[in-house]
């Protein structure tokens, strides 16, 4: 069975630009989860997903959105970019919330803003 | 808020046993999950704790104490592909968490001959 998949798995930008990046769950998974790692910090929640809604947002400004398709694929989208943004962005799968606890992460994307 | 918190590194020995701790504070707990994750990789799931005790599954062990907002993750017979980093997250309850996680930064664990 494949894992959660994300592309592009390298991405190098410049400061202003604008970023989409991709994530598809597990078979069957329905929720949907964004991370941002950036290096020497922890995981960062950014976006959660579920049946095609957005359900809970983290502490990020506006211009981190999203999307979840009907196939429970997600798109995370970085307006503006900053050279904060520079980090490894992770998504994660999961059953619906009360099916079961845990979360399965993709490879993750790294991006690179100069 | 929370807040959570474990040791940035710790080494040690090849077929030793090894407690990385993690203590947190949070507005809300339903649940608390350890996570390892080797450089460059994916984080993969380790454990769930939600009531309090020691959740025992092959080498890595568990621990729960909710009321003092502390867990332990044992790591026994050490081998080198153990050496990761070892990420304490915890869940908020329902309705609004989800697996939105908090994660603490990560013990670096290094295992050595």
């Known amino acids: 069975e494949a894992g959660v998949t994300q592309s592009p798995t390298h991405l190098i930008k410049t400061r202003g630009q604008q970023v989409t990046l991709r994530c598809s769950p597990i078979?069957?998974?329905?929720?949907v989860y964004w991370y941002q790692q950036a290096l020497g910090l922890g995981l960062q929640f950014l976006l959660w997903?579920?049946?095609?809604?957005?359900?809970n947002r983290g502490n990020f400004p506006p211009r981190f959105s999203g999307r979840q398709f009907p196939n429970y694929s997600s798109e995370l989208n970085v307006n503006a970019l900053e050279l904060e943004d520079s980090a490894l962005y992770l998504c994660?799968?999961?059953?619906?919330?009360?099916?079961?606890?845990?979360?399965?992460f993709g490879q993750g994307t790294r991006l690179t803003v100069v | 808020g929370q807040n959570i918190d474990q040791p940035t590194e710790m080494t040690a020995t090849e077929g030793a046993i090894v407690q990385i701790n993690c203590t947190y504070q949070?507005?809300?707990?339903?649940?608390l999950f350890w996570y390892q994750q080797h450089a460059g990789e994916a984080p993969t799931f380790l454990s769930y704790n939600v009531l309090d005790g020691l959740e025992e599954k092959g080498r890595f062990s568990s621990f729960l104490s909710r009321s003092k907002g502390y867990s332990y993750l044992l790591l026994k017979e050490l081998q080198m592909k153990d050496s990761a980093s070892y990420l304490c997250?915890?869940?908020?309850?329902?309705?609004?968490?989800?697996?939105?996680?908090?994660f603490g930064t990560g013990t670096q664990l290094k295992v050595e001959l």
């Open positions: 997903y579920d049946e095609g809604e957005e359900r």
């Open positions: 078979s069957g998974h329905t929720s």
């Open positions: 997250a915890v869940r908020p309850p329902p309705p609004g968490g989800g697996n939105k996680l908090t």
């Open positions: 994660a799968s999961s059953l619906a919330y009360r099916e079961a606890p845990e979360a399965f």
């Open positions: 949070t507005s809300g707990f339903n649940g």
